[in-house]
T-cell receptor
Framework: DAGVIQSPRHEVTEMGQEVTLRCKPI?????LFWYRQTMMRGLELLIY????????DSGMPEDRFSAKMPNASFSTLKIQPSEPRDSAVYFC????????????????FGAGSRLTVL | AQKVTQAQTEISVVEKEDVTLDCVYE???????LFWYKQPPSGELVFLIR??????QNEISGRYSWNFQKSTSSFNFTITASQVVDSAVYFC?????????????FGTGTRLQVTL
């Protein structure tokens, strides 16, 4: 398996522009997570999905952020409009349902998308 | 609420020295999981170990070992005979055991610099 695949790896944009980050989870994984990493706040959970359904979006900072998972193999995190304080590394991670698979609650992370908003 | 504290922001050692990274956690759950992840300079997060709260046995994997002490709410990580390739940021994390998903709460990380 190729692991969790994220794109783009780097994105530089100007304030006010729309940004879309993409994620392909590991095939067969039921859970997908979006995390954000900044120097000030460290790694924080934004939202997670189970079987394509958003379960907990309490970490999404504000209405400018939205996430979708139209199918089991694809998710997007969108920021519209972007602001300089959104600059961060955004990680996508996936895991199997630990109720079905022993030792399943290990998250496998993608390589991250580094976003810079000027 | 869950909390993970990694008090050591940065540690520098010379190659072949042993080094211990500290992790202290807080949770009201009686059942939970603890993790360590490594983030090398390339940026990805690499899983190292998972331990559940019922298993207090220490674990050794090559040069890596982990000391889980429930009495002090600590889950420390030791690298024996450190190498330059061990240079990375190491994160301790905690998740609840209930439910089917593992929402990880991360510590702030410890940056380890191993020099020749």
């Amino acid at each position: 398996d190729a692991g969790v695949i994220q794109s783009p790896r780097h994105e530089v944009t100007e304030m006010g522009q729309e940004v879309t980050l993409r994620c392909k989870p590991i095939s067969g994984h039921d859970y997908l997570f979006w995390y954000r990493q900044t120097m000030m706040r460290g790694l924080e959970l934004l939202i997670y999905f189970n079987n394509n359904v958003p379960i907990d979006d309490s970490g999404m900072p504000e209405d400018r952020f939205s996430a979708k998972m139209p199918n089991a193999s694809f998710s997007t995190l969108k920021i519209q409009p972007s602001e300089p304080r959104d600059s961060a590394v955004y990680f996508c991670a996936s895991s199997p349902d630990r109720g079905r698979v022993a030792g399943a609650n290990v998250l496998t992370f993608g390589a991250g998308s580094r976003l810079t908003v000027l | 609420a869950q909390k993970v504290t990694q008090a050591q922001t940065e540690i520098s050692v010379v190659e072949k020295e042993d080094v211990t990274l500290d992790c202290v956690y807080e949770t009201r759950d009686t059942t939970y999981y603890l993790f360590w992840y490594k983030q090398p300079p390339s940026g990805e997060l690499v899983f190292l170990i998972r331990r559940n709260s019922f298993d207090e046995q220490n674990e050794i994997s090559g040069r890596y070992s982990w000391n889980f002490q429930k009495s002090t709410s600590s889950f420390n990580f030791t690298i024996t005979a450190s190498q330059v390739v061990d240079s990375a940021v190491y994160f301790c994390a905690l998740s609840e055991a209930e439910g089917a998903a593992s929402k990880l709460t991360f510590g702030t990380g410890t940056r380890l610099q191993v020099t020749l």
